[in-house]
């Protein structure tokens, strides 16, 4: 072989093998993408649809559907899911004697990576239509003690901290109980009426928030 051909060939093989690697890179970088893909379940409580708590829902399933998840939305408030009535027909792991709206949040949770709640504090609590929801955990109880990952978007008027203390201790010891983990959290104080977080740094956050997972 002549030094001409040498050089071509020897840049041939070079070209033929970084080829092969660049692209085994993108292929090892698509699968672990594609590993990291989460489903995520947002369960909402407000009645407001373009209240607070759904502005910061909409702004964490904006950045979480950036960054490529899967997300399933469950508006508690527009759907009809009635309350436990504690007759323990499910055995805490069976079928309801209701069947409802909650059919949604049954097909979807137990094969959920992560779930989300998005609630307005009433008189320092998780909204009735919410807590309606969660209740009727009781039925699934056997099946949602997975790891999964949690967090929590809450407003409320009121500008004092200690305020936000029941919901977030309500939620932390929820997350204990069913051994998930707490991916964060976006509390906005100071806004009363529907609208009122726009503009807030709050939104962003819930933005970030999903955009980060
Ligand atoms: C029934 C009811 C109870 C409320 N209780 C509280 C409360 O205990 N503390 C507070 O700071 N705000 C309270 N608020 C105000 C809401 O938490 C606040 O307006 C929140 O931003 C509403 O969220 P949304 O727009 O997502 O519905 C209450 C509002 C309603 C309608």
Same mark, same amino acid.
């Given at each position: ?6 050089? @071509? ?6 070209? &033929?093998?970084?080829?092969?690697? &660049? ?12 590993? *990291? ?15 607070? !708590? ?23 408030? /527009? ?22 709206? /909650?059919? /949604? ?8 990576? +992560? ?13 009735? *239509?919410?807590? +309606?929801?969660? %209740? ?15 967090? $929590? ?9 200690? *305020?936000? @203390? ?8 929820? $997350? %204990?109980?069913?051994?998930?983990? %707490?991916?964060?959290?976006?509390? &906005? !104080? ?14 962003? *956050? &819930?933005?970030?928030?999903? @955009? !980060?997972?």
């Amino acid at each position: 072989m002549n030094r001409r051909d040498f050089i @071509k060939k020897t840049m041939q093989t070079t070209a &033929a093998v970084v080829g092969t690697a &660049a692209l085994s890179r993108v292929a090892v970088a698509a699968k672990e993408r594609e590993k *990291q893909k989460m489903k995520i379940l947002v369960l909402t409580g407000s009645p407001r649809k373009n209240g607070n !708590s759904n502005t910061l829902a909409d702004s964490f399933i904006k950045g979480a559907t950036e960054a490529g998840h899967e997300v399933v939305r469950f508006d508690s408030a /527009f759907k009809n899911v009635h309350p436990c009535i504690a007759c323990n027909s499910c055995g805490m792991d069976g079928p309801c004697v209701f069947k409802d709206d /909650f059919e /949604f949040v049954r097909d979807n949770i137990v094969t959920a990576d +992560a779930v989300v709640f998005a609630t307005p504090m009433y008189y320092f609590g998780i909204s009735a *239509q919410l807590k +309606a929801v969660i %209740d009727r955990f009781y039925a699934i109880n056997g099946k949602i003690h997975r790891p999964k990952k949690a967090m $929590l978007l809450m407003t409320y008027a009121n500008t004092a901290a200690s *305020q936000a @203390k029941p919901i977030e201790s309500h939620y932390k010891v929820l $997350l %204990d109980y069913l051994g998930w983990q %707490d991916a964060g959290q976006v509390i &906005a !104080s100071g806004v009363w009426q529907a609208g009122a977080v726009n503009g807030t740094p709050y939104v962003e *956050q &819930a933005y970030k928030l999903g @955009k !980060s997972l």
